[in-house]
């Protein structure tokens, strides 16, 4: 059986920003990449981001000078 691992989560309320996160981070060689939204939190969009809990403030920095939104940053153990 796989080992759960804390990972950070981060939410949209839109597919369009989920989108333009991933080619924002592809871009920028940042590390995680997009999966459908765990069961253990609700947003308004099917798509999360998910990286090391490690890269909070790394995400939230660059993201806010990117315009990118987010809904959440969340760490559950998936």
Do not use: Y
Not at 4 to 15: N, P, R
């Amino acid at each position: 059986m796989r080992q759960k691992k804390e990972q950070l989560i981060i939410t949209f309320s839109t597919t369009t920003e989920a989108m333009r996160m991933e080619k924002f981070c592809l871009e920028q060689s940042l590390p995680g990449r997009i999966i459908p939204l765990p069961s253990e939190i609700s947003a308004g969009c099917g798509l999360a981001w998910k990286t090391d809990p490690e890269q909070e403030t790394l995400f939230s920095d660059k993201l806010r000078q990117a315009g990118i939104e987010w809904d959440s940053m969340t760490v559950i153990k998936i």
